[in-house]
Nanobody
Framework: QVQLVESGGGLVQAGGSLRLSCAAS????????MGWFRQVPGKEREFVAG???????FHGDSVKGRFTISRGNAKNTVYLQMNSLKPEDTAVYYC???????????????WGQGTQVTVSS
């Protein structure tokens, strides 16, 4: 399995931007599909964005046009650029890795510890 460490969360005002990073260990990072998910207390983990090993990207309906996922294989890192943030984006954000693409969080076996994003109104 690959080890993942997220960073970049914090407190931001509505309309602002944040960039999350997820650093992965291991030399086979480029073979993994990566996903960003978020969760608020009492709710199921929600798909935010995913990126295949080949670079194709997918974004959840609630973040399309505002968030962008990307990856830097040379740095073993996946990013989530979040623009035009809204209070409803407040959540703990997790990155995850698996071989083969999926947008279902139950399909992922490798997870980071999560990073809190809080958007104030």
């Amino acid at each position: 399995q690959v080890q993942l460490v997220e960073s970049g969360g914090g407190l931001v005002q509505a309309g602002g931007s944040l960039r999350l990073s997820c650093a992965a260990s291991g030399r086979t990072f480029s073979f993994y599909s990566m996903g960003w998910f978020r969760q608020v207390p009492g709710k199921e983990r929600e798909f935010v964005a995913g990126i295949r090993s080949g670079g194709s990207t997918f974004h959840g309906d609630s973040v399309k046009g505002r968030f962008t996922i990307s990856r830097g294989n040379a740095k073993n890192t996946v990013y989530l650029q979040m623009n035009s943030l809204k209070p409803e984006d407040t959540a703990v954000y997790y990155c995850a890795a698996r071989v083969g693409y999926s947008s279902n969080w139950t399909d992922f076996g490798s997870w980071g510890q999560g990073t809190q994003v809080t958007v104030s109104s």
